[in-house]
């Protein structure tokens, strides 16, 4: 649970450096500033973290903290970029930790179903159809667009977890012959661009749906097909705790929505490396992308 905490952690901060770097002046100047460069080392952290939650941990456990990274995000944003959150957003924040204190106390360990080639191959194919389905997401207008770009993004992230979970190891000689390598690098680059892609047309939708496809698929699929349990007596519990995990995230999808209303809450004040005369990239807060493969 320690890894997948970590984890979260690691890519929330990445997020919220990354946006607070985008502020600062022209994209096309990102890779000099120091707080981009940070996040992308976190994000590396991250998904090494990720890695060893997810050969550890349930899939249900590891995929609701990496909603959870929404929360880190949110809190991280009140320093970095002089957001004010607003209490129904602490009140989301408070709801996924709590969320996921329940389930790290009721979560078992991984199942010991082991998947076979047959279900390795099954999981390449899957990606090569989300790759094609996310070029013809890019090409359809809102507001289908959008809600295919976040269904590709979430459902992606999912098949990620479920192709890194069901290698049988990591040497590079394995990596090489496996298809379900493959099957996590396509997945991964497909949801991570449809995401990016998605926020910069509808930022709500296309976060909900990331977070839904990528803590549901992979804790249905974990639970009933590959033997991922809770503690004895601890169902009930963890079902709830899953629930309000991610209720709570789904929550903070509309942390990142540019408020149009003019009100003053959860909207940051310039950063100290923005120029007076620069605005925010996405909005109030939003930050143009979460993280590579967030399984």
Do not use: K
Not at 34 to 56: C, E, N, T, Y
Not at 91 to 106: E, Q, R, T
């Amino acid at each position: 649970m320690i890894a997948a905490i970590l984890c979260a952690v690691c890519y929330g901060v990445a997020t919220a450096l990354q946006a607070r770097a985008a502020a600062a002046g022209p994209l096309i100047g990102l890779l000099r500033r120091w707080p981009f460069m940070l996040g992308l080392l976190l994000d590396v952290a991250g998904f090494g973290a990720q890695l060893v939650a997810l050969r550890s941990r349930p899939l249900f456990v590891v995929q609701a903290a990496q909603a959870g990274n929404l929360a880190v995000t949110a809190v991280a944003c009140v320093p970095l970029l002089g957001i004010r959150l607003a209490p129904r957003h602490w009140a989301a924040v408070l709801a996924v930790s709590a969320g996921l204190a329940v389930l790290g106390l009721s979560s078992g360990p991984e199942g010991t179903a082991a998947p076979g080639p047959s279900t390795r191959w099954v999981l390449l194919v899957a990606a090569l159809v989300l790759g094609a389905t996310a070029l013809i997401a890019a090409r359809l207008a809102p507001p289908a667009g959008p809600i295919v770009q976040g269904a590709v993004a979430g459902v992606g992230f999912g098949l990620t977890a479920l192709a890194v979970r069901s290698l049988p190891g990591f040497t590079p000689g394995e990596l090489v012959r496996d298809p379900a390598a493959y099957a996590a690098a396509i997945s991964g680059v497909c949801a991570f661009v449809s995401f990016a892609a998605g926020l910069q047309r509808q930022v709500t939708t296309v976060a909900a749906l990331a977070v839904v496809g990528e803590t549901a698929l992979p804790a249905a699929i974990g639970i009933t097909l590959w033997g991922d349990h809770t503690r004895p007596g601890w169902a009930v519990p963890a079902v709830l705790g899953f629930v309000v995990a991610v209720t709570g995230a789904l929550a903070l999808s509309r942390f990142a929505e540019p408020d149009v209303s003019g009100s003053a809450e959860a909207r940051p004040s310039a950063p100290p490396e923005c120029p007076p005369d620069a605005a925010p990239a996405a909005g109030p807060g939003a930050p143009e992308t979460r993280r590579p493969g967030s399984a």
